[in-house]
């Protein structure tokens, strides 16, 4: 059958950009260019996510294997993007399609205006006609504001402008099951409704010296895609045609299950956009007030406190034997919610000399995890 989505997202990795030598090669996506302007022109909202500045910036240099300095890396990515951009631009070009440039590091996801600024131009370019085209600003990123990988990207740009679908190309037919004995690859998996630990382990396998991701980023991708309401679909991007075929509903790849419940805007942009700066651990009275009574994070359901975060950042929340339960907006610091833990409300103020509010994490400003 045939599906309604309008907005997709279409992440190309690295090694769909590459020859088998590992060279630089704008012919090997010719085909998916051309498939995305035909998308584009049929009144499909199409966002590309690409890889491959740092490695076309490798081959311009000659250099065999990827860098593992950040200068380095960050001089690959300078050269690899404009090589990357001028090739897109010369394919879109031929189907008389405008494009535009969006850079990304973590930082524009992380602070809620830019977030909302960031969701507004995309949204703009799309009423526009054009084709967005995103990769994660390498040239300046470091550790503490990457993405990682663009599967990642690629996943919170989907769940940023509520797009319907998204698309991981890579260079195999989709997420594969493991044999008996243990090799790569068993039998294709079609469809995947709940993303187990099963699931998660099928894609511990492969990436290669050209490339930060692997089939594993992509289960990540597909978890944070799924819970936001948006079916993922893992395909084979050497195979001509393959995106029209699995939006005409022909069964491609690995298709991933869009959750039905999925989460508002606001906490998606906590559970995902958001670096976890420090660690909350919590008793089991507050445990239950907070997964099964629907209630506000408050000091005195609270044991100790880790980390390093100052009121407004986000932290994760753990019960006594380390499990996760949830993920917030701290209305406090560290070292007030020292002085405060096993404290009631009403006695903040009069401990600490001031009060924002009487909850530790308001409910509105925190994430449940699934448990």
Known sequence: MAYTWNRIVVKVGTSLLTTPDNDFSP????????????????????????????????????????????????????????????????LFGEHQQIIAQVLLTHHELANRRSYLNTYNT????????????????????????????????????????EAD?????????????????????????????????????????????????????????????????????????????????AISGKGCGTTFIAKA??????????????????????????????LNQGKSLLPSGIIEVKGHFEEGDAVIVNGIHGNSIAKGLINYSKGAIAKIKGKQSSQIEEILGYKYSDEIIHRDNLVIFEV
């Open 165 to 245: 679908l998204l698309i991981l190309l890579t260079d195999i037919d989709g997420l594969y099951s493991k044999t008996p004995d243990g090799k790569r690859f068993g039998e294709l998996i079609p469809l995947v409704e709940n993303i187990t630990p099963e699931i998660v382990d099928m894609a511990k396998g492969t990436k290669n010296k050209f490339t930060t991701g692997g089939m594993s980023t992509k289960i990540t991708a597909a978890q944070i895609a799924t819970a936001a309401g948006i079916t993922v679909i893992i395909l084979n991007g050497r195979v001509n045609g393959i995106i029209s075929d």
């Open 122 to 161: 995309l949204l703009t370019l799309l009423q526009y006609n054009t084709i967005p085209i995103i990769n994660e600003n390498d040239t300046v990123a470091v550790d503490e504001i990457k993405f990682g990988d663009n599967d990642t990207l690629s996943s919170l740009v989907a769940q940023l402008i």
């Open 27 to 90: 012919a090997c996506i010719t085909g998916i260019v051309k498939e995305l302007c035909s998308l584009r022109q049929g009144g499909k909202e199409i966002i590309l996510v690409t890889s491959g500045a740092i490695g076309a910036g490798m081959c311009s240099l000659g250099l065999k294997h990827r860098p593992t300095t950040i200068p380095l890396k960050q001089a690959c990515a300078a050269i690899g993007q404009s090589c990357l951009m001028n090739t897109y631009e010369q």
């Open 261 to 290: 419940d999925k989460i508002s805007s606001r906490k998606r942009w906590i559970m995902y956009g958001l670096k976890i700066s420090g660690e909350i651990i919590i008793d089991n009275g507050a445990r239950e007030a907070v």
